[in-house]
């Protein structure tokens, strides 16, 4: 006796009447919120979110836009050269991005960028500074601190000094209150900015 075909019945596809078809449109619509100022002003709703970041000069497709090598086909144009023969190699057209402010305002804005983008932890901040108005520049001094509850090296005070005064919004106000704003720190004739116990003192 012979096995009978199974047979699967598909269930029957009903309207549902409670979804709110405009609101699934425009959820899936959306691409969550756009930080940046530039992208957001010239970004369309109306177009997808590809074609909107190719409008713009930008990126969408990391992949598409630096393939990775082709390692057969790399073989075969070299066996191809060595034959003598030519390699039917088409250059890759690229189209003016109508959008193309956006991208050359985003290379402006990175250049023009100059300074530090972090900043130190609060409680570093105040441990920095108290170590500093206690010893000054003195790191040594720092280190045999009893107050150096982390055990730290005089070359891990000397570099977050360091850091700390590189960070004009956090070290102004130390400054201020010190009366160093108007202090040129690169003068080592200024005795207030002389390091102490350091390989590299002058």
Same mark, same amino acid.
């Given at each position: 006796?012979? #096995?009978?075909?199974?047979?699967?019945k598909?269930?029957?596809?009903?309207?549902?009447?409670?979804?709110? #078809?405009?609101?699934?449109?425009?959820?899936?619509?959306?691409?969550?919120t756009?930080?940046n100022?530039?992208?957001?002003?010239?970004?369309?709703?109306?177009?997808?979110?590809?074609?909107?970041?190719?409008?713009?000069?930008?990126?969408y497709?990391? !992949?598409?836009?630096?393939?990775?090598?082709?390692?057969?086909?790399?073989?075969?144009d070299?066996?191809?050269?060595?034959?003598?023969?030519?390699?039917?190699? #088409?250059?890759?057209?690229?189209?003016?991005a109508?959008?193309?402010?956006?991208?050359?305002?985003?290379?402006?804005?990175?250049?023009?960028f100059?300074?530090?983008?972090? #900043?130190?932890a609060?409680?570093?901040?105040?441990?920095v500074?108290?170590?500093?108005?206690?010893h000054g %520049? !003195?790191?040594?001094?720092?280190?045999k601190?009893?107050?150096?509850?982390e055990?730290?090296t005089?070359?891990?005070?000397?570099?977050?000094?360091?850091r700390?005064?590189?960070?004009?919004?956090?070290?102004?106000?130390?400054?201020?209150?010190?009366?160093?704003?108007?202090c040129?720190?690169?003068?080592?004739?200024d005795?207030?900015?002389k390091? %102490?116990?350091t390989?590299?003192?002058?």
């Open positions: 006796m012979g #096995r009978g075909r199974t047979r699967t598909k269930k029957k596809q009903t309207y549902d009447y409670s979804r709110n #078809r405009k609101r699934m449109s425009q959820k899936a619509r959306r691409n969550g756009i930080k100022e530039e992208i957001r002003a010239a970004y369309d709703v109306k177009k997808k979110p590809a074609k909107n970041i190719r409008e713009m000069g930008l990126v497709d990391v !992949n598409r836009a630096i393939p990775i090598p082709n390692v057969k086909q790399q073989m075969k070299m066996e191809m050269i060595f034959s003598g023969q030519k390699v039917n190699s #088409r250059p890759r057209q690229t189209r003016s109508p959008k193309q402010h956006v991208v050359e305002k985003l290379e402006k804005d990175a250049n023009e100059a300074g530090t983008r972090f #900043r130190m609060r409680s570093m901040v105040r441990i500074t108290a170590m500093m108005d206690r %520049f !003195n790191y040594q001094a720092m280190a601190d009893r107050k150096n509850y055990q730290e005089w070359r891990q005070f000397r570099t977050k000094v360091r700390f005064l590189l960070i004009p919004e956090q070290c102004t106000p130390y400054l201020e209150q010190k009366g160093w704003i108007d040129d720190m690169s003068d080592p004739a005795p207030r900015w390091e %102490f116990c390989d590299d003192e002058s």
